[in-house]
Nanobody, 126 residues
Framework: QVQLVESGGGLVQAGGSLRLSCAAS????????MGWFRQAPGKERELVAA????????YYADSVKGRFTISRDNAKNTVYLQMNSLKPEDTAVYYC???????????????????WGQGTQVTVSS
């Protein structure tokens, strides 16, 4: 059974940093793209960042470019999201997601992602 477990969320002041982790089990995701999504209350889920299976390519939403960094450690089957210069509008539940197809080069299409974690809350106070 595939499991994605996020950790690292919490409450932080604006301008602060958090590092989210996503540990995968039940499948080796080293051959799959991985992504971080978020959903704020009353808003649709959005793709924040994604990384290719070999970590050679990344995708970032315009709203987080220059502030967030996605990375992966395939040996640990873990994906990270480093979030710097956090803003109140970054407040949301953040979800880790695993790709549907191995070696896929598609990063920015939500339909490419199939496996989901339970989410971790990030709250940024002003």
């Amino acid at each position: 059974q595939v499991q994605l477990v996020e950790s690292g969320g919490g409450l932080v002041q604006a301008g602060g940093s958090l590092r989210l982790s996503c540990a995968a089990s039940g499948r080796t995701f080293s051959s799959y793209p991985m992504g971080w999504f978020r959903q704020a209350p009353g808003k649709e889920r959005e793709l924040v960042a994604a990384i290719s299976w070999g970590a050679g390519r990344t995708y970032y939403a315009d709203s987080v470019k220059g502030r967030f960094t996605i990375s992966r450690d395939n040996a640990k089957n873990t994906v990270y999201l480093q979030m710097n210069s956090l803003k109140p509008e970054d407040t949301a539940v953040y979800y880790c997601s695993g790709g549907r197809r191995p070696y896929s080069s598609t990063l920015s299409y939500e339909g490419e992602y199939h496996y989901w974690g339970q989410g971790t809350q990030v709250t940024v106070s002003s």
